[in-house]
């Protein structure tokens, strides 16, 4: 069964518990503290009917009991005997007003009574459905009908959909919900669904009505208040359990901190912040969480956004829609003060050239640092709409960071997360989420930092970086762009960064066809002064033949190269013995066998590796190298594109 609400319920006076079908719920307890709430909360012009005035003055929802006959009797006109839960409620009121908002009243002996489609709703969610989406729309042939007055609401009980102690589980539907059946496990946790239903209704006062206040609801806020400090001493599992509950019943606050919890943890769908939002105290770190996420999932209509923000003043209506610019331009750039804040600036610079696992640990440092806006401020949660700091979250450094005592809190300090680069250069011989990158070439030039790649493997405007931006966005931005392209020229597209000790990388992860004879390497390029090693893989291609190619220069000179193309193996050079191609490459190719050893060999000779992390899924700067092919000879033609 579902107990998500015992806690909530014993609070409040009287415990709920689990029982079988010999042993009794506390229901009178229950059913009498709802009804006394109920009683307090209505206003006295808002009664319904003379049943509701009763009901008010009685202090009670419900009904005389039902006698056992009574139970047997209903039990003998529907052939089937109840589930445990409801015969016991019955026991205590037979029937019930006002179960929640929408339900008015509910059924007792005398009203409950087998659907049998009666509401034309079986055929409607039959309608194009699958074979279990069909079993489930059958509830509206087989179900036992609870609801007597409702606002177009359905409560339906399932004889068919049985637990281990004989409860049927309980549907219910409402028209203008625009929903599906939501499901309880049985007639006690639909019950208790109802009772946070009316909490949350009754937490929502119009002005000149009563003030919604009970045993519950002060226990509840205590709970709430206590949930706040747990979180920030880093306990955040029982923390958002217990604001989750109370958020269920509707308390102030109780979703504002919830989902700040839950945004580190990637659950964003239901992240809102409510109230918080439109504080000012909290906008600016509240805010671009939320507009990020709305940004993500919606170019055009901005609506949603206003809806998700609705009780926002002008003000924040206008710093929503600077932020959201920012985030579509590409240039939102997250700032927070004090030491922490200067954490996220050394984070940034780590970030933009790839060593995000360091970015991370700058950034987890210094949240015990951190100074929160206000007393309702959890975490930091600007950076994570950050486009170079965003992509450094996962679910188990968010669970990190919500795990810190932080703000003055004290508490035991998580085990750090270990780092999402697996390091080297293996990883690039496993296909990628979306197996799309088979083919992979890079430039590693020891002794330079990044943004001097481009003055070694560019002309013209290509000697200025990009700003940072992910692979995909980099290669639309280009096509999009004026640009003059030839069938003969192969000038790549690279984000570059740091890697290893005291290397740089320039990375193209989806380079153009391999030719082996127009082929040039940039290797002697790259490597003026210095040296420079070049790697081009295409042994998991799907276009042509498998190859792959490695080339090392010292001071602007090539000092040994090889090349597998065609079926045939070509070296010059004194090749190190730890990259003899003839240790790797075999007759007949061996492509899945070749690939992996082959990178480790080049990773161990340079002391190299690329930041997996931050090439797929973060923002690095970029550029467009000269072409790595020679210029057409006598006779050979070519094709050139304009683009304006």
Request: aromatic content about 10%; charged content about 30%.
């Amino acid at each position: 069964m579902d107990h998500s609400a015992d806690r909530a319920v014993s609070v409040a006076g009287g415990s709920i518990g689990r029982v079988t079908d010999t042993t009794a719920y506390d229901w009178r307890s229950f059913l009498l503290r709802w009804s006394g709430e109920w009683a307090d909360s209505l206003p006295d012009d808002r009664a319904r009917d003379e049943g509701d005035e009763a009901a008010r003055q009685g202090r009670w929802l419900g009904f005389p009991p039902a006698s056992e006959e009574r139970i047997a009797a209903m039990e003998e006109r529907l052939g089937r005997r109840m589930p445990p839960s409801y015969r016991q409620f019955l026991a205590v009121s037979d029937g019930w007003r006002h179960a929640g908002g929408f339900v008015w009243l509910l059924a007792g002996t005398e009203e409950a009574h087998w659907h049998a489609n009666e509401s034309g709703l079986a055929d409607l969610f039959e309608e194009d459905a699958g074979p279990d989406e069909r079993w489930e729309a059958g509830i509206w042939r087989r179900g036992l009908q609870l609801d007597v007055e409702s606002d177009v609401t359905h409560v339906l009980m399932d004889p068919e959909d049985v637990d281990e102690d004989g409860e049927w589980a309980v549907y219910t539907w409402s028209s203008w919900r625009a929903a599906p059946p939501e499901r309880h496990a049985d007639f006690l946790a639909f019950m208790r669904a109802m009772y946070r239903e009316f909490h949350g209704l009754g937490a929502r006062r119009r002005d000149g009505e009563p003030e919604f206040v009970n045993d519950t609801t002060r226990a509840l806020d205590a709970h709430v208040e206590e949930a706040r400090l747990e979180a920030l001493r880093g306990g955040w599992e029982q923390a958002l359990e217990a604001l989750d509950e109370a958020r269920g019943y509707g308390r102030p606050r109780a979703a504002g901190l919830g989902d700040q919890i839950r945004v580190l943890l990637g659950r964003t769908h239901r992240s809102s912040y409510e109230e918080l939002v439109t504080d000012a105290r909290y906008a600016p770190e509240l805010l671009p969480p939320l507009v990020a996420e709305h940004a993500a999932r919606s170019y055009w209509d901005d609506s949603t956004l206003k809806v998700r923000l609705r009780g926002a003043d002008a003000d924040l209506m206008a710093l929503a829609g600077a932020i959201l610019e920012e985030m579509r331009a590409g240039t939102y750039r997250y700032t927070a003060a004090g030491p922490f804040g200067e954490a996220v600036e050394r984070a940034r610079e780590l970030a933009r050239w790839g060593d995000t696992d360091g970015a991370w640990r700058t950034l987890a440092d210094a949240v015990p640092l951190w100074e929160p806006l206000g007393p309702d401020h959890l975490v930091p949660l600007g950076w994570v709409a950050d486009l170079l700091l965003g992509p450094l979250l996962t679910p188990e450094r968010g669970r990190e960071l919500l795990s810190t005592p932080r703000a003055g809190q004290r508490g035991e300090a998580p085990a750090p997360t270990a780092g999402v680069d697996p390091g080297g250069l293996t990883w690039l011989a496993e296909p990628d989420p979306g197996n799309r990158r088979t083919s992979y070439r890079f430039v590693l030039v020891e002794g330079v930092g990044p943004q001097e790649l481009p003055g070694r493997l560019a002309d013209g405007d290509g000697t200025v970086l990009n700003e940072p931006m992910t692979s995909w966005d980099a290669r639309h931005g280009s096509s999009r762009s004026g640009r003059e392209f030839s069938s003969y020229d192969d000038r790549a597209l690279m984000a570059v960064g740091r890697t290893g000790t005291g290397w740089s990388f320039a990375f193209d992860d989806d380079p153009a066809p391999f030719h082996r004879q127009r082929f040039v390497s940039p290797a002697a390029a790259a490597g003026a002064g210095t040296r420079a090693v070049v790697v081009w893989s295409g042994l998991r291609t799907w276009h042509g033949e498998p190859y792959f190619h490695l080339s090392v220069a010292r001071d602007g000179v090539e000092r040994y190269a090889f090349t597998y193309a065609d079926g045939r193996l070509r070296t010059s050079g004194e090749i190190p013995r730890a990259l003899d191609p003839g240790r790797f490459f075999g007759d007949p190719l061996d492509a899945a066998a070749v690939e992996r050893p082959l990178l480790d060999a080049v990773a161990r000779e340079f002391g190299v590796a690329l930041p997996r992390h931050a090439i797929v899924n973060g923002r690095l700067h970029t550029f467009t190298t000269r072409s790595w092919t020679r210029p057409p000879g006598d006779g050979e033609s070519y094709a050139v594109i304009r683009l304006s």
